[in-house]
């Protein structure tokens, strides 16, 4: 089996970390300048999915794949 950098776990939170960014920026195009979903609601996922959910899924997990490489040594 090939060792992959990235788990299962890790695919599904950059798949929820993408819905999320398709719906912020979809959220920010809505109607009016004063629309209140493009004014607050949408730059906010958007930041958190950025600054949040995207590093999280890259870095949950990290070490466990080189501790069971360690271990099958």
């Given at each position: 089996m090939k060792n992959?950098?990235?788990?299962?776990?890790?695919?599904?939170l950059f798949a929820a970390?993408?819905?999320l960014l398709v719906?912020?920026?979809?959220?920010?195009?809505?109607?009016?300048?004063?629309?209140h979903l493009s004014k607050s609601v949408a730059p906010v996922?958007?930041?958190?999915v950025y600054?949040?959910?995207i590093p999280y899924a890259m870095l949950s997990g990290y070490g466990k794949n080189n501790a069971s490489?360690?271990?099958?040594?």
């Amino acid at each position: 089996m090939k060792n992959w950098l990235f788990s299962k776990k890790n695919f599904y939170l950059f798949a929820a970390s993408l819905a999320l960014l398709v719906t912020g920026y979809v959220l920010l195009g809505q109607g009016p300048a004063d629309n209140h979903l493009s004014k607050s609601v949408a730059p906010v996922i958007l930041v958190l999915v950025y600054c949040g959910l995207i590093p999280y899924a890259m870095l949950s997990g990290y070490g466990k794949n080189n501790a069971s490489e360690v271990k099958k040594k």
